[in-house]
């Protein structure tokens, strides 16, 4: 075997030994698990160029070695052999996902706490962005006697709730008006167009109902509003404390960054590459400095529209955990296809 070749199925072998027990490896304990004979002298001079490369590093003078984040990249990167997700696991994801595919935002919530339940570290899953969405259609629910809702869905199939309030009484035949004149007013409207000059502009077309309708339509302009920021489902934010890999003033930094969701979320969409591995510094936010970042995209109808992620320590077993992320990123992406073309 190739001196440069030998050196890599050691890192290799290191990298998967720290992984699985979390100690340092010594060279006695990498000879005893190598598929291929070598002296321990040999190995020993290896570990010390990989140390000098920068591949490893020895956290005592006494101990073995651990990989270093540019060890683990070239694990990632050219040596890991990614496990696939086991038929009766695929099962298990399909069956709890299909008990809540009824709406996009229920969908996306239960994948990021089967993700999190799965690595037992943070999930999180952004929706698909607002770009190109629409109003497909508002509804109207009485509750109560002056009190009512308006149930807005768009054409990505988010639907957003919010409630308003009349002075006169609202009766099911009114509801149907309102129904008719802002169905016929407002469906095919781009959520970015609806403005608040939008909003008063509809108002003056709806002619004499406008006087019946304020409240009704700036609930609609809120739930739109809403419908168009690009939303996150995150999970698992407390297993960060119970991680050897974090101290507790660690593990409440990086809780705090994930707190902050337009920066999380900003993060998470910075590439379009179908699955990304950042580690530590990569990320280029000193709150996840010891944590990585997995990201893998999903796409509806083709088109690359989200993105579900697992943060977690920096010694994790990638191999898994990359081959459960990918596998909820493919069945959302076709289930959330699906249900838009229902």
């Known amino acids: 075997m190739q001196p440069a070749l030998r050196k890599l199925k050691i890192l290799e072998a290191i ?3 720290y992984i699985s027990t979390g100690e340092p490896v010594g060279s006695k304990t990498l000879c005893d698990g190598l598929d291929f004979s070598v002296s321990s002298a040999t190995v020993r001079n290896d570990m010390a160029e990989l140390s000098e490369m920068g591949f490893l590093s020895q956290p005592h003078t006494s101990s073995g070695r651990v990989p270093t984040n540019l060890g683990y990249r070239v694990y990632i990167d050219k040596l890991m052999d990614k496990k696939p997700v086991s038929p009766r696991e695929q099962g298990v994801i399909r069956d709890s996902l299909l008990l809540h595919s009824d709406a996009p935002e229920h969908l996306l919530s239960e994948a990021a706490q089967i993700l999190s339940d799965i690595t037992g570290f943070v999930a999180a899953v952004t929706s698909p962005p607002a770009d190109g969405t629409f109003i497909k259609r508002v509804k109207f629910v009485r509750t109560g006697r002056h009190t009512a809702m308006v149930v807005l869905i768009t054409s990505t199939g988010m639907v957003k709730n919010r409630l308003f309030r009349c002075d006169f009484l609202i009766t099911d035949e009114i509801l149907e008006l309102f129904d008719t004149a802002i169905n016929d007013r407002l469906c095919g409207t781009m959520l970015a167009d609806v403005t608040p000059a939008f909003i008063q502009s509809a108002a003056v077309s709806l002619g004499e109902l406008s006087m019946l309708v304020p409240n009704t339509l700036i609930a609609i302009h809120d739930a739109a509003k809403d419908a168009a920021t690009m939303n996150i489902a995150l999970e698992g934010q407390s297993n960060l404390l119970f991680l050897p890999e974090f101290s507790f003033e660690s593990a409440r930094r990086t809780v705090d ?18 699955t990304q591995v950042l580690i530590g510094e990569e990320t280029k936010t000193p709150e996840l400095a010891e944590a990585s970042v997995i990201t893998s995209r999903y796409n509806v109808a083709d088109i690359c529209s989200g993105a579900i992620a697992v943060i977690g320590p920096i010694r ?27």
Not at 316 to 338: D, F, H, P, R, W
């Open 15 to 17: 990298v998967d030994l």
């Open 257 to 274: 960054f994930l707190n902050r969701t337009s920066e999380l979320i900003r993060l998470l969409n910075e590439t379009d590459v179908s």
């Open 316 to 342: 994790m077993n990638y191999s898994k955990t990359i081959a459960n992320a990918e596998y909820l990123a493919n069945i959302v992406g076709t289930m959330l296809s699906e249900l838009l073309n229902t």
